[in-house]
């Protein structure tokens, strides 16, 4: 029996390094997307050229805790992103906790058109250097938050008297939690079981850690039966009517083995 239950450990460690780096990570991370989209506009075309962008992650005693953004830059014709279009800029996986500001870099080759004519946006340095607006949004861990940055073309475009353009940005934000999480420890933490959430035919898994937590992570709402399979003395356990609530991780406490 005692070769067995190595066997089995073995097993299990393979099965946990032949998961996703982001599975096995995941604990206390939250997955953060960015989305453009835009209110309508009396333009053809307003192009808003953005190089890249960083987050204001809070943590206890720091204020300034910015992280870059793997983002998607380019020159984007708001226009495209109206009447709730969207697009994808940036997904990354944050700390639980919260969320105080972004900070959008603007280029220099902002345009608008009218009349079949493009105009320069004369765009403050300051814009260049780093936009600010405020985001104020709490992560919790294994859940999906979908950010979108909404950019009000019809605002932001100001005439100068020489007949040219200043782009003065004004933005909005809001944030949705597009799906939630399970988490629990297992005891006793040798039991190492393999956790599945199942809702019909979708199946979701994870492998508890060495200190016995697990995490399933973006999950849909709704009511699941999730199975323990643990390794070898120990007794499969399944607890139904799991239900999954988007933006919260429904905590199913201790779950013991026999």
Same mark, same amino acid.
């Given at each position: 029996?005692?070769?067995q239950?190595?066997?089995?450990?073995?097993?299990?460690?393979?099965?946990?390094?032949s998961?996703?780096?982001?599975?096995?990570?995941?604990?206390?991370? *939250?997955t953060?997307?960015?989305?453009?989209t835009? *209110?309508?506009?009396?333009?053809?075309?307003?192009l808003?050229?953005?190089?890249?962008?960083?987050?204001?992650?809070?943590?206890?005693?720091i204020t300034?805790?910015?992280? *870059?953004?793997? $983002?998607?830059?380019?020159?984007?014709?708001?226009?495209? $992103?109206?009447?709730?279009?969207?697009?994808?800029?940036?997904k990354?996986?944050?700390?639980?906790?919260?969320?105080?500001?972004?900070?959008?870099v603007?280029?220099s080759?902002n345009?608008?058109?009218?009349?079949?004519?493009?105009?320069?946006?004369?765009?403050?340095?300051?814009?260049?250097?780093?936009?600010? $607006?405020?985001?104020?949004?709490?992560?919790?861990?294994?859940?999906e938050?979908?950010?979108?940055?909404?950019?009000?073309?019809?605002?932001?475009?100001?005439?100068k008297?020489?007949?040219? $353009?200043?782009? #003065?940005?004004?933005?909005?934000?809001?944030? #949705?939690?597009?799906?939630? *999480?399970?988490?629990?420890?297992?005891?006793?933490?040798?039991?190492?079981?393999y956790v599945?959430a199942?809702a019909?035919?979708?199946?979701?898994?994870?492998?508890?850690?060495?200190? =016995?937590?697990?995490?399933?992570? =973006?999950?849909?709402? =709704?009511?699941? #039966?999730?199975?323990?399979?643990?390794?070898?003395?120990y007794?499969?356990?399944t607890?139904?009517?799991?239900?999954?609530?988007? =933006?919260?991780?429904?905590?199913?406490?201790?779950?013991?083995?026999?």
């Amino acid at each position: 029996m005692y070769k067995q239950i190595i066997a089995a450990i073995l097993v299990a460690g393979a099965l946990m390094l032949s998961l996703p780096s982001c599975v096995r990570d995941s604990v206390k991370n *939250a997955t953060l997307s960015v989305r453009l989209t835009d *209110a309508p506009a009396n333009y053809q075309e307003v192009l808003i050229d953005i190089q890249s962008a960083q987050i204001n992650v809070s943590a206890t005693g720091i204020t300034e805790n910015w992280q *870059a953004l793997p $983002f998607r830059s380019g020159v984007y014709n708001l226009l495209d $992103f109206r009447n709730g279009m969207d697009t994808l800029l940036a997904k990354v996986e944050l700390p639980a906790g919260e969320i105080s500001q972004m900070r959008l870099v603007l280029g220099s080759n902002n345009r608008v058109k009218i009349n079949g004519q493009y105009y320069t946006l004369d765009t403050p340095s300051a814009m260049q250097s780093g936009l600010k $607006f405020n985001i104020n949004a709490t992560l919790t861990e294994g859940v999906e938050y979908q950010l979108w940055i909404d950019f009000d073309a019809a605002r932001s475009i100001v005439a100068k008297g020489n007949g040219g $353009f200043n782009l #003065k940005p004004v933005i909005r934000t809001f944030t #949705k939690a597009t799906s939630g *999480a399970i988490k629990g420890l297992v005891s006793p933490t040798a039991a190492m079981p393999y956790v599945m959430a199942i809702a019909g035919s979708d199946t979701i898994g994870t492998i508890a850690g060495t200190d =016995g937590k697990f995490l399933l992570r =973006g999950i849909a709402a =709704g009511s699941y #039966k999730v199975v323990f399979q643990p390794v070898s003395p120990y007794v499969n356990k399944t607890v139904d009517n799991v239900i999954v609530i988007s =933006g919260q991780a429904t905590d199913l406490g201790t779950v013991t083995f026999q």
